[in-house]
């Protein structure tokens, strides 16, 4: 019933951008942290950013800082991971997470939390 879509990943050069979108469907977005993980091949997966509920505030990897911007428009019901100046390093499978909150602040240390997953985005930057 409650599922999540990821959307805009593809073939990018070094350097450049994109922005990929996470719909959500079944519920109401607002009082949702949802969260953006990534693994690539060989690698565990890893939290790369996230939003509180409603407007709530946003945490990054560092591996990511100054590059990349969670948004989050609650009447579209849409998240968006705008991703800029990328690296071959960034070339991963992005997932869009989320979980019911009212907090404002959002983590991901512990991957449980997130009960909703999307399936999966595959971002490759090559040169």
């Known amino acids: 019933q409650l599922q999540l879509v990821e959307s805009g990943g593809g073939l990018v050069q070094i350097g450049g951008s994109l922005r990929l979108s996470c719909a959500a469907s079944?519920?109401?977005?607002?009082?949702?942290?949802i969260g953006w993980f990534r693994q690539a091949p060989g690698k565990q997966r890893e939290g790369v950013s996230c939003i509180g509920s409603r407007d709530g505030y946003t945490n990054y990897a560092d591996s990511v800082k100054g590059r990349f911007t969670i948004s989050r428009d609650n009447a579209k019901k849409i998240v968006y991971l705008q991703m800029n100046s990328l690296k071959p390093e960034d070339t991963a499978v992005y997932y869009c997470?989320?979980?019911?909150?009212?907090?404002?602040?959002?983590?991901?240390?512990?991957?449980?939390?997130?009960?909703?997953w999307g399936q999966g985005t595959q971002v490759t930057v090559s040169s």
């Open positions: 079944g519920f109401t977005l607002d009082y949702y942290t």
């Open positions: 997470a989320a979980f019911r909150s009212v907090s404002p602040t959002c983590g991901w240390r512990y991957e449980y939390e997130y009960a909703y």
